[in-house]
């Protein structure tokens, strides 16, 4: 993630906010998944030749035999407590240093070309603007995950739908392979999957809208630079074979696992923020991300 700014699902965020490479990404995204499919049936004998059950099966309420209120509640407000801490003395509103960037209108070619954000989006609270409350839309996708788990049997993720983007080829090229791959069998067709297809196109339409309304898509110099095309390439690799070789993503593990308190997402999640937060000083010390927003003119 810190490679490319970019987990599985923010992905497809970038690619609709007209991110540059952010198709870079998505790319390497494609390409990382091919690669995992190839390499699954050699990997998963080399992690667990005996062949035990998976610990994705195993949760707390199991190991404490416990009612799952009793522990994901507690739980719950301690993550509250953080948040609100953390807002208090970092607010989310220091992210981006020049918000007046993106209200200024005295550009005469683009007056005519926010009327859409003006008239749509302007009148709704918070909509216009470049960042929303995270707290707001921490509680959507906790909504959303209630809609996907009585609708549909299922719990958000991002990464299996990028199987499911690749498995009709995989299938067609290179059938023996296909079949060998356990999870591009699993994620070939059927409702289950091709809910995240539709998922993804509406991520990418709801960024495109919010980035119009904020005058970013139609901004001509934004004040955010993008990592590297080749960065981007390899990033988008890395991120989503990682995120199948540990069997989900952020949005897998840390929205679906932890609220379900799956121990091996109780371990991912420290893991993943571990190494982006290394691999963040690795790369550019403590000066990640100040170097990738532009001074406006």
């Not at 970092?90 to 209108?105: A, G, V």
């Not at 003006?118 to 409350?133: G, N």
Request: one cysteine or more; charged letters at 10%; glycine letters at 10%.
């Amino acid at each position: 993630m810190a490679v490319c700014g970019a987990c599985p699902g923010t992905v497809m965020v970038q690619v609709g906010a007209g991110l540059r490479y952010s198709g870079v990404v998505l790319a390497g995204g494609l390409v990382g998944t091919i690669l995992y499919i190839l390499a699954e049936p050699v990997l998963s004998y080399r992690m667990d030749p005996l062949g035990r059950p998976s610990t994705r099966k195993q949760f707390l309420t199991t190991w404490f035999d416990m009612p799952p209120w009793k522990i994901a509640f507690p739980m719950a407000l301690c993550l509250v407590a953080l948040v609100a801490l953390v807002e208090v003395f970092l607010p989310y509103t220091i992210d981006y240093p020049y918000p007046e960037f993106y209200y200024d209108q005295s550009n005469a070619s683009l007056s005519n070309r926010t009327a859409f954000a003006k008239v749509i989006v302007r009148p709704i609270p918070f909509l216009s603007d470049h960042t929303w409350p995270p707290y707001a839309c921490g509680i959507a996708v906790g909504l959303l995950q209630l809609i996907i788990v009585f609708a549909l049997q299922d719990t958000l993720g991002s990464s299996t739908g990028w199987v499911t983007l690749v498995a009709g080829v995989i299938h067609a090229v290179l059938p023996n392979t296909a079949k060998k791959s356990t999870y591009t069998m699993k994620s070939k067709d059927g409702l289950i999957n091709v809910w995240q297809i539709i998922y993804y196109i509406g991520a990418i339409a709801a960024a495109a809208l919010a980035a119009l309304s904020s005058n970013l898509l139609i901004n001509p110099n934004p004040p955010i630079e993008s990592f590297s095309a080749v960065r981007s390439f390899f990033g988008g690799i890395m991120i989503l074979f990682g995120s199948r070789l540990a069997g989900g993503c952020t949005s897998g593990h840390g929205i679906s696992g932890l609220s379900l308190l799956n121990t091996m997402s109780l371990v991912a999640v420290p893991f993943m923020f571990a190494g982006g937060i290394f691999t963040a000083f690795a790369i550019d010390g403590f000066h990640y991300g100040q170097n990738y927003f532009r001074v406006p003119n």
